[in-house]
């Protein structure tokens, strides 16, 4: 009797357990073409070190500098690398043979997205012009599941993914570029108000990343979605504009953003102990060779390589991978139905499977 009482007092507390790790919640993010080599190595010594690339390279040294990769990464992305590196999993350092890819044959924006969402590197998708995607994503998927629908958000700096995501179709909230959040509160009456009268440095398409993250924050405050999309922009037009120095200061406060999106929900009982979250790129971008870190696509050698972090709710706390593995951009899609207890199935489009390193 003893042993079957000690037995069950073992069993109760594991069967709460696996209950409060269950994901009713996803977050998404994404860094749009932000290289492995600075998630995992930190600020690279050549580009630092080069005045055509950094203006201020004593004031970028202070801040970024250290003797090894693992110090400098630790600088530069601090929430990856003090709480998703002891709670969630890092994928796709390669020193390590730890792969993440994308499957499109093009390695840039608007294929990165779709990939991404709808688990499929469609080859029709072969630009980056603001046409309506004809594939599904899952996002419009989860969308139209009982208990969900109505209950996603998306927030995004670049003005096209209304188009990504089929905003008219899909009946998503989408909220990108430049456009008013219609929304009636004082909160977003302000953040439209300093939208308005925000210089836009980066162009008409791009609303300033702050403004992006604080218009999700604000909507996951008083609205509490299920799903939320955060997509940044600024690391990807500092790094085509040759500008490391921003480039590294853009990262370095996004990740800042995302552990204070991370504690603000783990904070709230909708979201505590029952939220995935999943970040990675679009594409990645070259090496320092030839300054082609500024450049990404087809042309440009190994800018189909990326990376993912995960952590929350069902994710086992593996930290840093370093194991021979193979991860596809296009298996997110799967992924993010999947932690949600559904199977993204298209009639006219293939779907990748899950990651099983995140879906057991």
Request: with cysteine; charged share 25%.
């Amino acid at each position: 009797m003893k042993k079957i009482f000690l037995s069950l007092f073992f069993f109760f507390p594991l069967v709460t357990l696996f209950a409060q790790s269950k994901t009713e919640n996803v977050i998404i993010v994404t860094l749009d073409g932000f290289r492995w080599q600075e998630v995992f190595g930190g600020a690279d010594d050549s580009l630092v070190n080069n005045p055509v690339f950094s203006f201020d390279t004593a004031g970028l040294k202070k801040k970024y500098w250290a003797g090894t990769g693992e110090e400098r990464r630790k600088k530069l992305l601090p929430f990856f690398w003090n709480t998703i590196a002891t709670e969630g999993q890092l994928h796709g350092n390669r020193h390590f043979n730890s792969k993440v890819n994308v499957k499109n044959r093009y390695w840039f924006s608007y294929p990165g997205y779709n990939e991404i969402f709808t688990g499929y590197p469609d080859t029709a998708v072969n630009s980056n012009d603001k046409n309506f995607n004809k594939n599904r994503t899952v996002l419009e998927f989860l969308n139209n599941q009982p208990g969900l629908n109505g209950k996603l958000a998306a927030f995004t700096s670049w003005d096209c993914f209304d188009a990504i995501l089929n905003e008219p179709r899909s009946k998503l909230f989408v909220s990108s570029g430049i456009g008013k959040v219609k929304l009636n509160s004082p909160e977003f009456a302000l953040l439209n108000d300093m939208q308005a009268q925000t210089p836009q440095p980066l162009g008409d398409d791009v609303r300033p990343d702050y403004l992006t993250y604080f218009m999700a924050k604000e909507y996951v405050r008083q609205y509490k979605p299920r799903v939320l999309y955060v997509a940044f922009d600024e690391t990807d037009d500092y790094a085509h504009g040759g500008r490391y120095d921003y480039y590294l200061n853009t990262a370095h406060i996004e990740d800042k953003w995302i552990g204070d999106l991370w504690n603000t929900v783990q904070q709230m009982p909708e979201y505590k102990d029952k939220t995935t979250l999943l970040i990675l790129c679009d594409h990645g971008r070259g090496d320092k060779i030839k300054k082609q870190w500024t450049s990404h696509g087809a042309d440009v050698k190994g800018s189909d390589q990326i990376w993912l972090a995960a952590i929350g709710a069902g994710i086992e706390p593996k930290g840093e991978i370093r194991d021979d593995e193979q991860i596809y951009q296009a298996q997110l899609a799967q992924t993010i139905a999947r932690l949600l207890g559904f199977t993204f199935k298209e009639a006219n489009q293939p779907v990748d499977n899950a990651i099983t390193q995140i879906i057991k």
